[in-house]
């Protein structure tokens, strides 16, 4: 169905352009719904139809350079998602997720670039955040494996050490990563590594045709 959108009206400050937007920004970094924030920042629309998120948004909500960001509107508001299109293909990851957890024996999670999707074998309290040093091995592109001099964690709480990190996604479009949780201080075994790598190969391969790539408007060509 078609909506049509119209500009605010040029009425509260002096000088704004009929082009201005009160946009809000939904981040998914809790792993539940996100919260959503007016960020009660006016911000200009170029002449190609661009707009500026302020550094400091971007810094607080992770959003990275080069980052998709999913577009919806709610009434007269336009609302930017960070995109990943792992939750698109939630029914196949929850059946890779089952089907590791039964096999690897192990906690067991999959995380988007921002969020904690879904984990089994593995006990955390509720919307908990992922966490900084998991968010950073993402966007990188760096894998892990356990090293007790240099502990990582998947959540905010430092609860759950991770025992290796595999990624999905390319180095020029990371996704997410499987992450699999070190219980009782006992180190994987190399069938286990395998397994937890080729569902990341596979979850790779599946998100390739659900990823989003921007294409030039024809007004950017002028």
């Known amino acids: 169905m078609h909506r049509d959108i119209t500009p605010l009206p040029h009425n509260k400050h002096k000088g704004m352009p009929t082009s201005v937007f009160p946009f809000l920004i939904k981040s998914p970094a809790s792993g539940g719904n996100g919260e ?40 007269r508001s336009i609302m930017l998602t960070p995109y990943s299109p792992l939750p698109a293909l939630s ?21 988007s670039s921002t969020a904690i999707l879904s984990y089994r074998n593995v006990s955390l309290y509720r919307d908990c955040s992922l966490s900084d ?17 240099k502990p990582i964690y998947l959540e905010t709480a430092h609860i759950c050490p991770v025992n290796a990190l595999y990624l ?13 949780i070190r219980k009782n201080d006992i180190d994987l075994l190399p069938e286990q590594k ?6 990341a190969q596979i979850l790779t391969e599946l998100t390739k045709d659900c990823l989003l ?3 030039p408007s024809p007004r950017d060509t002028r």
């Open 36 to 75: 959503i924030m007016n960020s009660g920042m006016i911000r200009r629309i170029d002449d190609l139809g661009r707009i500026v998120i302020p550094k400091e948004i971007r810094k607080n909500l992770h959003i990275q350079d080069g980052e998709p960001l999913e577009i919806n509107v709610m009434d």
């Open 91 to 111: 029914i196949q990851s929850d059946l890779f997720l089952r089907v590791m957890a039964k096999e690897l024996k192990t906690g067991t999670a999959i995380c």
């Open 133 to 149: 040093e998991i968010r950073s091995r993402i966007q990188s592109q760096q894998q892990y494996e356990y090293d007790p001099e």
């Open 168 to 180: 999905i996604g390319t180095p020029a479009k990371p996704i997410g990563a499987v992450v699999l």
């Open 194 to 199: 395998s397994i937890a790598r080729i569902a």
């Open 213 to 215: 790539y921007t294409s």
